[in-house]
């Protein structure tokens, strides 16, 4: 049996990640190797935005259910997402299995190595690190001030940026700067 006739069962003709039935196929979650138990089934909004990075969180609200599927390599593209999309919220409720957490961290460095990320103290930073805010800092547009010693954990790593990470400070996504924070 092919993979693609293989996935298109396994998922019951659905986009295992949002549930779309239209415009189908395979992504690999990488790193992969081309085989259907690192592959998942779907749609061509999902596959689009995963290559491209652009990550619509209204289009991945449907991580929510995703992220409790039995396949493997749906459950750690959903951890993958959450963790781009900066949801803590919904991370802190996902376990993981060893093997399946180096699958995600793997994935999640990778892309990333291009830039390296370093806090207050030179000490550098990878995506999932937890960071403590070293002064209140203002969030511009947000209505708050994230304050001194506030903990921001499972942060993203921007990949145009070198000086940014975000994370969720008050359950708000935000940009932080790395001069203000220390690793935890």
């Not at 549930?19 to 061509?44: F, K, R």
């Not at 259910?65 to 900066?86: C, F, P, Q, R």
């Not at 990320?117 to 030179?122: E, F, P, Q, T, V």
């Not at 708000?172 to 935890?184: D, H, N, P, Q, S």
């Amino acid at each position: 049996m092919n993979i693609e006739k293989e996935l298109s069962a396994r998922s019951g003709g659905v986009c295992e990640l949002c549930g779309s039935s239209e415009s189908l196929g395979i992504l690999e979650v990488a790193p992969s190797d081309g085989s259907s138990e690192q592959s998942i089934y779907a749609c061509s909004i999902c596959q689009e935005q995963i290559k491209n990075e652009t990550l619509d969180e209204n289009h991945f609200n449907c991580l929510n259910d995703s992220m409790w599927s039995e396949v493997v390599a749906v459950k750690v593209m959903s951890t993958i997402l959450l963790n781009k999309l900066g949801r803590q919220d919904l991370l802190e409720m996902i376990y993981l299995e060893d093997a399946e957490q180096k699958w995600v961290d793997a994935a999640l460095i990778a892309p990333q190595s291009k830039l390296v990320h370093k806090d207050a103290n030179g000490v550098i930073l990878q995506a999932g690190d937890s960071v403590v805010i070293l002064k209140d800092l203002e969030v511009k547009g947000a209505g708050f001030t994230a304050k001194r010693g506030t903990t921001v954990t499972r942060i993203g790593l921007p990949a145009d940026m070198d000086d940014h990470i975000e994370g969720r400070v008050n359950g708000t996504k935000i940009f932080l700067k790395t001069e203000f924070l220390k690793k935890a």
